[in-house]
């Protein structure tokens, strides 16, 4: 790879634009720019590996190798791009600069905001010891998603446990998509008369879009769910093997047993991002604010944020990344120029609901959670084989060499 994707020893000078995250929303947003003429990029990003993380569900589910969700991150850095692998720590808006973890500083004359969300693995008391043993796992870590499939290809008999937190949470349909894979694999197997599963979940109905969510009850009762409605898991006991239940629509609480969990931690903004001034007073987890069209911040003409660490009212997922980084992209380029952004995000997002392991049901919506198929000669509006040959084999090659390429 070019030079330029190396890490300075010692960043110095003012940059056009510091892009914070190199996930899908950061990456998308550099090849964007750089597409777009725009030079003098740096991304500020630790990690040095970059992961698909849309096919861990079907890693969990046994129908997908986890070698297939990754790459190296140099590899999907475009070529000009300044990567800086080190974390950010702080940012001053008002000064316009990032801190790196080792007290280094980045000036910037533009600031895009994309490093995702958090885990909190401990913001369930018990789970942080439990997880990835006592038979729990979660398909949210490349570590512990091997081992989902582990624990259902094994289960013959007794209690499977599916949770979501009360939090927003990448991917809202991720939680109740493994518990459908289990369950046709257990139907299949001529087993699932002997499990119990239940799913707990915090809201009022299994999805937000009612066009869907009828479906999704309907795939429900075919599997025999218990469903626990504004419920979530507030503890875990691995060695009794047992969690904590709260209803909070009756104010009660539950022990249930269990032999297989999993569990999807709560989440939030990275720790630094909430305590820091671009957080939105009114989200309680710590997410950036901005405008819901604009994506611009609305105190910081010259930052916009995007994705997963974005404070908007719709769900947390890589096809919202994808509307998403062009207007962040257009927007950005008409400050850059003295322009008011005129480029407006409606709110569109998707989540590929695989209901069986050869069925997927694709859901579409908007800000008003209006229904939003963009297969305009395919009926999106059932299970279909089509669209889960469309999540395994066609979604991976259009995320690497379409969406990070800002091609798509």
């Known amino acids: ?56 569900t079907l890693v969990g589910g046994g129908q997908a190798p986890l070698r297939g969700s990754r790459r190296r991150q140099a590899s999907v850095v475009p070529d000009g791009v300044h990567w800086i692998r080190r974390p950010a720590t702080a940012i001053d808006p008002d000064t316009r600069t990032v801190t790196l973890w080792n007290g280094e500083e980045l000036a910037y004359e533009h600031l895009v905001l994309a490093p995702g969300l958090q885990l909190d693995w401990d913001g369930v008391p018990g789970l942080d010891e439990a997880i990835g043993r006592d038979r729990v796992s979660s398909n949210y870590s490349a570590e512990y998603a091997p081992r989902t499939w582990e624990l259902i290809r094994d289960m013959r008999s007794g209690t499977a446990v599916f949770t979501q937190p009360a939090t927003p949470v990448k991917c809202g349909g991720a939680p ?16 699932l008369a002997d499990i119990r ?49 709260t209803d909070h629509a009756r104010g009660t609480t539950e022990r249930l047993g269990y032999d297989l969990l999993h569990a999807v931690p709560p989440q939030s903004a990275p720790d630094w991002i909430k305590t820091g001034p671009l957080a939105d007073p009114a989200s309680p987890h710590g997410f950036v604010a901005a405008d819901r069209h604009t994506l611009q911040h609305p105190l910081y003409e010259t930052v916009f944020a995007l994705g997963d660490v974005a404070h908007l009212p719709t769900s947390k997922t890589g096809a919202a990344v994808r509307k998403q980084a062009p207007v962040v992209v257009a927007n950005l380029v008409e400050v850059m120029n003295g322009r008011t952004p005129t480029h407006r995000y409606d709110g569109y997002t998707s989540c590929p609901l695989v209901t069986a392991r050869d069925r997927m049901l694709l859901a579409e919506f908007d800000y008003d959670l209006r229904p939003r198929p963009s297969f305009p000669l395919i009926d999106t509006f059932k299970e279909r084989r089509d669209m889960w040959v469309f999540k395994r084999y ?15």
């Open 176 to 191: 109740q998509k493994i518990m459908y894979l289990a369950a046709d694999h257990w139907r299949r197997r001529k087993v």
């Open 1 to 56: 790879m070019p030079t330029s994707h190396s890490s300075p020893s010692s960043p110095t000078g003012r940059h056009r634009v510091v892009i914070v995250g190199g996930g899908s929303a950061g990456i998308s947003v550099a090849a964007r720019l750089r597409r777009a003429g725009v030079g003098d990029i740096v991304l500020v990003e630790p990690s040095d590996t970059h992961w698909y993380q849309p096919l861990w």
């Open 394 to 408: 066609l979604l991976p090659p259009v995320y690497w060499h379409g969406m990070l390429t800002g091609r798509l």
């Open 197 to 245: 599963v239940v799913f707990v979940l915090p809201d009022a109905a299994l999805f937000r879009v009612s066009e869907y969510r009828r479906i999704l009850e309907r795939v429900v009762s075919r599997y025999g769910v218990e469903v626990r409605f504004r419920s979530e898991m507030t503890a875990v006991d691995g060695g009794r093997r047992e969690i904590t239940v």
